[in-house]
Every structure is written in C-alpha cells, then in structure tokens.
C-alpha cells in the first residue's frame, strides 16, 4: 500500500504545517516513509522526519511531479506500508561493496548515496593539493599519477555508479541507484537522512521483498554492434566535434588529446574552466551542470556512457563512473536534443507507472516547457542527478547498457516504477 | 476570492526571493498585490501603466509572456487567463528556470477557476 502526499510551499514551517494536515487524512498507518525535498527544505529535513513515526529516508530532489502539476519548490513524500529492509553502509566505496554483496537483497531495489561528498573545506583544500602536486609528476609517470589520482577520489569523494550497482547485477535483482549530485553544491553537500540522521558518505538500501514493475530509458536510440556504429549513433545525436585520446585510469582522465583538459577546451574555443573549485564550494555555488562532455563506448557491450566536462581547471579530473571498461578513444560532444522535448516525451513510455525518476537537466534544459512531459506522465515523479538502473530484464540494445545488464549515464536517463 | 487567490500563489509569496506577486486585469488594473517590501512600491506604479501595453501585445498574440531585468531584480509577466496576468518580481539571485517552471504550475491552477 502506498500514498504520495505534496507540498509546493518553499518555507519549512507551512510546508510541514502542511503536510502535517494531509497525513491525517491517510487511512493506513505507513512503516515507511521516503522524503524528497527541494531547495533548502534538505536542511531542515529532521523536522520533515519527526512528522513520522516510523522509518524515514530523506534525499534532495531539484523538482518533482504531481498529477496536476510540475513544481521545483516544496516537497513530495512517498508513504509505504510494505515489507522492506533498509541497510546504511559507510565507507570507500570497496568497503560499501563488500556489505553490499553480503547483504540479503530484495526482488527490488533503491540505493541513495552522494555521489561526490565533498566533506569539508580543509578535506577539499587537501585533495586539491594533493592533486596538483600528484600533476607535477605526470609527465614523467602519467599511469601511475592516474591510478593515484583514482585512489584518492575513491578513498575520500566518489561513489562510482557501476561500482554501486555490480552487487545488484551480480545477484539478478533490479536495482535503482539514486546516485545524487545536486545542481548546486556546497560542503557536506548532498545530504541523505534516514530517520532524522545526516548519514554523511555513505549509502542507504531500501530492499523491497516484493518484485516491483519498473523500466528503465536512456531516452537515445539502440546502441550498435561495434564501436562505429555507436559512434554514428552518437554523432548523430549530439553535436560532436570529433574523436579524441583520453588518458584514463579507473576514475580519472588525465590529458586529451596529450593536452591538459583546461588547455584542450581553451583551444577549441569551447570554454576557459575558470572557476574556483573551494570558493563554490563554500558559496553553495558548485555547478554540476555543462553542455560539454566525453562519451565513452564500453568494450564489454559497445554501449556509451558520457562524461561532462565542468567549468573547473581541474588537471586530474575526476569521473563518476569506473572507466576501465571503455575504449581510449572517445568523443568529445556538446549536448543537444534532437528533436527537442518532443524526444524526451516519446521516449516515455504508454503504460501508466505510478512514479517516475527523471534527470534533472531536463528542467535546465526546457525550463517551463518541461510541462510537455506531463501529456504522458498521470503520477508523480522527481527530477533528480540520472537515476542508473540494473535488471535481469533489461530491455535488449540499451545505448546506455555499458557492462552486461547495468545500465548508467550522466544524462537523460528516467526509471518509471509501479509502487504496490 | 482573495483567500482563493492567495493560496494559489502562496508558493510564491512565500518564497524569500519573490519581493512582489500581483495579478492585473486586461486594462491593467491590479486585482490581487503582495509585496514584501516598500522599495518594490514605485516598481508596482511602472508596472501598472506598462501592463496595459503589455497585455495588448500578449492578448494580440504578439508576445506569450514577457521579462524584464531591472536594477537588480527580475520581472515575469505571464497570462494566466485571456484577461489576467500574473506579474513576479524576483531578486537577481533567484533560479529564473525554476521560477518560470513554478509559474506554469501556478497558471494551470488557476486555469481550474476559470
């Protein structure tokens, strides 16, 4: 049994005034409750936990859908009565694996985790130190400066999305990663509570013993069958300027083109990265968001996974996903819609779900033209940084399927799921 | 139909960085008007003497809504019927695509009164 319930007020008190009135309306008492909060809702996020008496799961969402209406202020709450398990882990990201993997899993899964979790200024200071000084010797041993560089962003930053997802694959369960990297990020930013309680790096695992519909689209055509033909798909979907040379270890991209990132975008006319790394930071300015990016093609599946280049003169630049199972050679892009929001709604599907996940550039891509969406979606939804998804029944061809049944991008992605 | 009005746009009202919300008839006389602050009064004189101009232009079909930039804030005018017009003056700070994506929503609830 479930129930949404909304609220579209951006100040805490009204909007736990108000939903503190609909939940007495509710004619079954729920065992679960998850929160997805907008703006700086998050922050006040255990007194949204305390309107409940049972377990609570609170995450950051950019916006989300209610049957009438799309809304980027206020909140939408998700009240379950249903038999489920909920696991937090913390630690590196091989620490969290190995739990996951031990843990008794369910038909369906939801995973919540931070994908990068810039813990602190000095934390930050340090890591940006540590990398500079590491780039002063990549010349000399670029492979060993890379694998480094990864060390550090698995040890102290990132989460990789494939990492996350493998103990799910593996276990032929479906899985949903709701792997969040907010638009606009701060310190000790993006912040997931479970009852009330900042879990800080780590990740949390609803397990529902109940096998749950869902779907999954990358919103782009079938992959190919070889690294041209994706690459054809892809250049014929975004604006490509050509095939580059990355160098790459798991989690970093060193040079392009034998060129420092910065260097390879000033060149190109595209963009100077200028901004400032910790001033963002600190500022709440971070911006995660870039028309510019690497696609990777996998040499597992020939699928294709791309990677957004952000306006920060980073020489290590970090990936949100493992790496080594992608060619060098990838390809630069600027992104586009073909087609539009038109695109974007066709590849939603007939059938009705009760709730959707969308990536949330759709709302900075479309802005309120974003309401198109709504011709096809009846229940609610959010929009928040593109859910990744792992079944056993994955639709066949996926361009985004980059390991065998794992499906991950940094774009477009949306999962529909049927709630019981 | 104030209190009707008000909880319409209570999402906007009660945002910090929305400094006036108001709603115009076509000949641009204000039917509903919340500010939060005085400065913001001059602006809502402006307004009232463009809105007439601007409510032809969109009711012609010339222009689907409009946007100002001014000293330091940001205006929207939006239709919300064939004869209402919702004006949001927002801070320069604020996040204009959420902004313009909150007022759709506020404009099909509107759209059930009518």
């Given at each position: 049994?479930?129930?949404?319930?909304?609220?579209?007020?951006?100040?805490?008190?009204?909007?736990?005034?108000?939903?503190?009135?609909?939940?007495?309306?509710?004619?079954?008492?729920?065992?679960?409750?998850?929160?997805?909060?907008?703006?700086?809702?998050?922050?006040?996020?255990?007194?949204?936990?305390?309107?409940?008496?049972?377990?609570?799961?609170?995450?950051?969402?950019?916006?989300?859908?209610?049957?009438?209406?799309?809304?980027?202020?206020?909140?939408?709450?998700?009240?379950?009565?249903?038999?489920?398990?909920?696991?937090?882990?913390?630690?590196?990201?091989?620490?969290?694996?190995?739990?996951?993997?031990?843990?008794?899993?369910?038909?369906?899964?939801?995973?919540?985790?931070?994908?990068?979790?810039?813990?602190?200024?000095l934390q930050a200071l340090k890591i940006l130190i540590r990398l500079k000084r590491l780039y002063g010797r990549y010349d000399s041993d670029p492979e060993l400066v890379l694998e480094k560089a990864s060390e550090i962003y698995e040890r102290e930053l990132i989460y990789p999305i494939n990492k996350m997802l493998r103990p799910f694959r593996d276990a032929g369960c479906d899985?949903?990663?709701?792997?969040?990297?907010?638009?606009?990020?701060?310190?000790?930013?993006?912040?997931?509570?479970?009852?009330?309680?900042?879990?800080?790096?780590?990740?949390?695992?609803?397990?529902?013993?109940?096998?749950?519909?869902?779907?999954?689209?990358?919103?782009?055509?079938?992959?190919?069958?070889?690294?041209?033909?994706?690459?054809?798909?892809?250049?014929?979907?975004?604006?490509?300027?050509?095939?580059?040379?990355?160098?790459?270890?798991?989690?970093?991209?060193?040079?392009?083109?034998?060129?420092?990132?910065?260097?390879?975008?000033?060149?190109?006319?595209?963009?100077?990265?200028?901004?400032?790394?910790?001033?963002?930071?600190?500022?709440?300015k971070f911006s995660s968001a870039t028309p510019y990016g690497l696609y990777f093609i996998s040499r597992k599946t020939k699928g294709a996974a791309a990677l957004g280049l952000l306006n920060y003169p980073v020489e290590l630049y970090p990936s949100l996903y493992e790496l080594d199972i992608f060619y060098d050679e990838a390809i630069f892009?600027?992104?586009?819609?073909?087609?539009?929001?038109?695109?974007?709604?066709?590849?939603?599907?007939?059938?009705?779900?009760?709730?959707?996940?969308?990536?949330?550039?759709?709302?900075?891509?479309?802005?309120?033209?974003?309401?198109?969406?709504?011709?096809?979606?009846?229940?609610?939804?959010?929009?928040?940084?593109?859910?990744?998804?792992?079944?056993?029944?994955?639709?066949?061809?996926?361009?985004?399927?980059?390991?065998?049944?794992?499906?991950?991008?940094?774009?477009r992605t949306m999962v529909f799921v049927n709630w019981i | 139909m104030r209190e009707e009005i008000e909880e319409i746009l209570k999402p906007l009202i009660l945002d910090e960085n929305v400094l006036f919300t108001g709603i115009y008839t076509v000949d641009g006389v204000p039917i509903y008007i919340h500010f939060k602050d005085r400065k913001v009064i001059s602006l809502v004189d402006w307004l009232e003497s463009q809105v007439k101009v601007l409510i032809h232009y969109i009711a012609s079909g010339y222009f689907k809504d409009a946007e100002f930039r001014i000293l330091g804030s940001h205006l929207l005018l939006s239709p919300i019927t064939k004869t209402l017009v919702l004006g949001v003056l927002a801070v320069e700070e604020a996040s204009l695509y959420k902004l313009r994506i909150d007022v759709e929503s506020i404009k099909s609830e509107f759209e059930k009164y009518v």
């Open positions: 049994m479930f129930r949404f319930l909304y609220s579209p007020y951006p100040r805490t008190k009204e909007a736990i005034q108000d939903i503190r009135r609909k939940l007495e309306e509710i004619y079954f008492k729920p065992n679960l409750a998850i929160f997805f909060l907008t703006g700086d809702l998050i922050n006040n996020a255990e007194k949204f936990a305390g309107l409940v008496d049972c377990n609570s799961v609170c995450m950051p969402v950019e916006g989300y859908i209610t049957p009438e209406s799309i809304w980027t202020r206020g909140c939408l709450v998700l009240l379950m009565d249903t038999e489920y398990g909920l696991h937090v882990f913390r630690g590196t990201p091989d620490e969290v694996v190995a739990r996951m993997r031990m843990m008794r899993k369910g038909r369906f899964n939801i995973l919540f985790y931070p994908l990068l979790y810039p813990k602190s200024r899985a949903v990663s709701f792997n969040i990297f907010p638009l606009r990020m701060k310190y000790g930013h993006p912040s997931i509570l479970v009852n009330g309680r900042k879990i800080g790096r780590g990740v949390v695992i609803l397990t529902f013993k109940d096998s749950i519909q869902s779907y999954f689209s990358d919103t782009l055509p079938r992959r190919g069958n070889t690294t041209e033909e994706t690459e054809r798909i892809l250049k014929d979907q975004f604006m490509v300027t050509g095939r580059v040379f990355v160098e790459k270890s798991r989690l970093t991209v060193g040079h392009i083109n034998k060129t420092k990132i910065s260097e390879f975008l000033k060149r190109g006319r595209f963009f100077k990265p200028e901004r400032d790394v910790s001033d963002d930071l600190k500022k709440g892009f600027a992104e586009t819609v073909k087609g539009g929001i038109r695109t974007i709604v066709n590849y939603i599907p007939d059938q009705e779900f009760n709730f959707c996940a969308l990536d949330q550039y759709l709302l900075l891509m479309y802005e309120d033209r974003i309401h198109a969406i709504k011709s096809k979606i009846s229940g609610y939804g959010i929009f928040t940084s593109y859910p990744s998804f792992t079944s056993p029944n994955l639709e066949r061809g996926l361009l985004s399927e980059v390991e065998g049944k794992l499906c991950i991008n940094v774009m | -």
